[in-house]
């Protein structure tokens, strides 16, 4: 039996004070508008409340802070991408900005958006403006409202699904796009910028009510004057395409088509989130569940349903427990899909059968389909820059002054390049290489090209200890770890964050950092490869001096007893953590964990041969393969 939702917990218990301030802000208004004009070097904490719905956070300096003296205050910007669409006339001006105003980087972030770093409040009304002006936006990046919706980077033009996937990102972003004219008022002086047509659809959907979703006589006739209780994140994707991490999700959209490649409608999920607070186990990490389908003519409705649910039944008494999950873990997928019928007006259809979903990153060179290419680019922890004889921010600029092109950013911090004339290939290339960027993904280093980090220290307010600028060392110092154990061509999706928030997606890593104290992490394990498993916490405090010593008997565990092509991910869930932790509890380390001595086996010339045949066609050492084949036997004998 289905129980019924509880009343609105706005109506019957105290809200928090961020609450308030949202109802005081006069629609995003205040006092934003009045602390812009005054000459300070940061705003109050009430005005950087509201102005993270306008894409920006205050932030402090931490490497520059002196004793006695005023914080460093700077601005983080973020622009709303949906499906992380970049015009090249909006890039080339968020270069410009970023050596102007900021910090001379840029930051791909892992909702498909680009974070500006070091902005002056002084300058902070210019920035936007300027984004605004060159078809960008900052509204909606941040604070308690849908967030940059996101979806597969791949421009597949000879694939319906996702030009699917591309079409309802935008639609569904401008859907629950705040209608307020706080923005413009602010940044443009009063002077509204529109940089593309909204879909009749979504202009009917946003006023279309008679079951409750709508607030009538409000500026906000979605949000209201409280908006949502916390930030809300929506994916739409594709059978198959875990690019975009869906199960990390408030709410994911999977295009549904038939035979011919229309579009029938959408399978949904919903409940994923992954912020929780150390030493706090009411706070959690949580997938999303299969809800239900939807037929295309509904989807607006049935979305803005599920908005509703949220709006006027999540937890506005406490901040930490105000994400649509909680929601979701207390009353069960019935009851809340219960609830999300009453606002669609009508019953919702059961979930349709999809296939194992697949992570994706898109890097290299690709057939776009129409007879054009794209190129997908490795961004270290997605920072745009020039250091040294690398000079990927220099690159990048010269490609898309040059030839003009779109780029897509992509949910793994990377860009892509696309309507790439062929003939255009090898300039583009020389343009990369003579900037020291690959464009082969095939020679970067696996667990490099895998891993994803959040900005953490100095900027980020929340950083415990460091992320971005840790990371590179981690994987070396674990790179090193694996060769000198034999494990030379393992590797594995690593993560990490500075604090437990878990922006880069940490908690379904097949090994996730989460920050616990200064250069210490939390460990996680057992995510799968491809994103679709929560790992679970294995350590809570490991200091990273003591990084070795804490991996090698989990590895060496990995090498012996790991089943044919078993990732490292699945292994540490199949066998469990008791199994991991009894027996590196009785690991004793050899003196050299890689044996100088030559152990001679004959072996008959015709096995030989099909060794070495095998080995070839798997791209593997003939001693691995021969390692596995005995370790097999003896377990078997035994």
């Known amino acids: 039996m289905v129980k019924s939702a509880p009343a609105p917990i706005a109506n019957r218990d105290q809200p928090s004070k961020v609450e308030g301030l949202k109802e005081r802000s006069n629609f995003l208004r205040e006092p934003v508008a009045t602390q812009i004009l005054e000459d300070t070097t940061h705003f109050s904490e009430e005005a950087v409340q509201i102005l993270k719905f306008h894409g920006s956070y205050q932030q402090d300096n931490r490497d520059n802070r002196v004793?006695?003296?005023?914080?460093?205050y700077q601005f983080m910007l973020r622009t709303r991408n949906p499906a992380g669409f970049i015009p090249p006339q909006l890039y080339l001006a968020l270069d410009n900005l970023s050596d102007e105003y900021g910090n001379h980087t840029l930051r791909v972030t892992t909702r498909q958006g680009f974070q500006l770093h070091g902005i002056l409040k002084k300058n902070l009304k210019a920035a936007i403006a300027t984004i605004v002006k060159n078809m960008g936006s900052t509204l909606g990046a941040c604070g308690d409202l849908n967030r940059n919706v996101m979806a597969?980077?791949?421009?597949?033009?000879?694939?319906?699904?996702?030009?699917?996937?591309?079409?309802?990102?935008?639609?569904i972003a401008d859907l629950l796009t705040p209608q307020t004219g706080a923005y413009y008022e602010i940044w443009l002086d009063g002077e509204k910028i529109i940089s593309g047509e909204e879909s009749p659809e979504v202009k009917a959907a946003r006023q279309r009510n008679g079951t409750g979703t709508i607030i009538h006589n409000s500026p906000e006739p979605i949000y209201g004057t409280y908006y949502m209780p916390r930030k809300f994140k929506i994916c739409v994707t594709v059978p198959g395409d875990n690019s975009v991490d869906l199960y990390s999700q408030d709410l994911s959209l999977v295009v549904i088509t038939n035979e011919q490649g229309e579009l029938e409608g959408f399978n949904v999920f919903a409940g994923g989130g992954f912020g929780r607070t150390h030493n706090k186990e009411e706070t959690f990490a949580r997938v999303a569940d299969e809800i239900c389908y939807v037929d295309k003519d509904d989807v607006y409705d049935l979305i803005k349903a599920i908005v509703a649910t949220q709006r006027d039944y999540g937890d506005r008494t406490d901040r930490r427990h105000a994400r649509l999950k909680y929601l979701i873990h207390e009353w069960g997928v019935d009851t809340f899909r219960a609830q999300v019928e009453d606002y669609f007006g009508k019953p919702v259809a059961p979930f349709k059968p999809l296939p194992e979903f697949k992570y994706y990153d898109f890097l290299g060179w690709n057939e776009q389909g129409d007879g054009k290419l794209f190129v997908g680019i490795s961004i270290e922890n997605g920072r745009v820059k020039d250091e040294g004889s690398f000079e990927l921010k220099t690159a990048l600029r010269k490609i898309v002054e040059q030839f003009n092109l779109?780029?897509?950013?992509?949910?793994?911090?990377?860009?892509?390049?696309y309507d790439i004339e062929p003939e255009n290939k090898l300039a583009i290339q020389e343009i990369l290489h003579g900037c020291g960027v690959a464009d082969d993904p095939n020679i970067i280093e696996p667990l490099v090209r895998y891993a994803m980090a959040c900005p953490a220290l100095p900027t980020c307010g929340l950083a415990i200890t460091e992320s971005e600028r840790a990371i590179p060392g981690i994987l070396e110092r674990i790179r090193a770890l694996l060769n000198k154990l034999g494990l030379q061509n393992k590797h594995f999706v690593i993560r990490m964050t500075g604090c437990p928030?878990?922006?880069?997606?940490?908690?379904?890593?097949?090994l996730g950092f989460v920050g616990t104290a200064p250069e210490c992490y939390q460990v996680w394990l057992g995510g799968s490869p491809d994103q679709t498993r929560l790992a679970q916490p294995y350590i809570n405090k490991l200091h990273h001096n003591d990084l070795e010593g804490f991996l090698e008997p989990i590895f060496v565990y990995f090498k012996n007893f790991r089943e044919y092509e078993e990732s490292f991910g699945d292994f540490c869930h199949r066998l469990g953590f008791d199994a991991l932790r009894e027996f590196a509890a009785t690991y004793e380390p050899p003196t050299n964990s890689v044996s100088k001595s030559r152990h001679r086996v004959s072996i008959r010339d015709e096995v030989y041969g099909q060794l070495k045949q095998l080995a070839n066609g798997q791209n593997r050492p003939m001693t691995e393969l021969v390692n596995e084949a005995l370790e097999a036997y003896f377990r078997n004998l035994a």
């Open 67 to 72: 004793k006695g003296q005023e914080k460093d």
């Open 406 to 417: 779109p780029m897509c950013l992509t949910p793994h911090q990377n860009i892509i390049f």
């Open 501 to 510: 928030n878990g922006c880069a997606r940490p908690y379904i890593a097949e």
């Open 152 to 171: 597969p980077p791949a421009p597949f033009k000879h694939r319906s699904d996702y030009k699917y996937a591309w079409e309802y990102a935008n639609n």
